[in-house]
C-alpha cells in the first residue's frame, strides 16, 4: 500500500528495529522450524511475510531484502529494479520517469536511510548492493535468512 510505504519510510528507525526484532525472534525459533520441517516452515513463515511486509512495504518477495540498507525503501518497486539508486531519470519534482505520478524508491531509500543514521550514505561505507538474486523470487527471504545463520553445513543453497 503506498500509503504505508511512505509511513515505514518516514518512521524508518523503528521500523528496522522492529524488523530486526522479528528476525531475531524467527531465528531462535529455528529447533522449531526443523521439528515441523523446513519446507513445510518455509511455506507458513512466507505467507506471514508476504501478507506482512505487502501491506507495509509492497513487498515483491524478492526472497532477498534489503530494506535495512535501503532507508526502509523496498528496490522491488523501483521500475527498472535498480538496486544502487537513483538513476539519471529522476523528474524535478523527486519522482519516477516511468511512473510519474509515484515517489522515486531511491529518493526515498535516501530519505529512510537518513533517519537510520543522521550522516547515512545509504549502506555504511557507501556499500554496493548486489543484484537481486532471482533464483530467491517467491521465496520467503526471512527463511532464507534463517537458514543462512543456522545452517552450519556450509551449503549455501538453502
Ligand atoms: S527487498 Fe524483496 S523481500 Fe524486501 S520488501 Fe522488497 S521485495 Fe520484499
Known amino acids: 500500500m503506498y500509503i504505508m510505504r511512505k509511513i515505514m519510510v518516514t518512521s524508518a528507525k523503528p521500523a528496522n528495529y522492529i524488523y530486526h526484532l522479528l528476525e531475531s525472534a524467527l531465528v531462535k525459533l529455528d529447533p522449531l522450524w526443523k521439528r515441523l520441517g523446513y519446507q513445510r516452515s518455509e511455506k507458513t513463515i512466507a505467507f506471514f511475510e508476504k501478507n506482512i511486509k505487502a501491506f507495509l512495504f509492497d513487498c515483491k518477495m524478492c526472497g532477498d531484502c534489503v530494506l535495512d540498507k535501503t532507508g526502509m525503501s523496498c528496490p522491488m518497486n523501483c521500475p527498472k529494479q535498480i538496486r544502487n539508486g537513483p538513476c539519471g531519470g529522476v523528474r524535478d519534482n523527486g519522482n519516477c520517469e516511468v511512473k510519474p505520478e509515484m515517489r522515486c524508491v531511491w529518493i526515498e531509500a535516501w530519505r529512510g536511510a537518513k533517519k537510520l543514521t543522521p550522516d547515512s550514505r545509504i549502506t555504511p561505507d557507501l556499500e554496493i548492493l548486489a543484484p537481486v538474486n532471482h533464483r530467491h523470487k517467491d521465496r520467503s527471504s526471512w527463511f532464507i535468512k534463517i537458514r543462512e ?10
Open 149 to 158: 545463520i543456522t545452517d552450519t553445513s556450509g551449503d549455501r543453497n538453502v
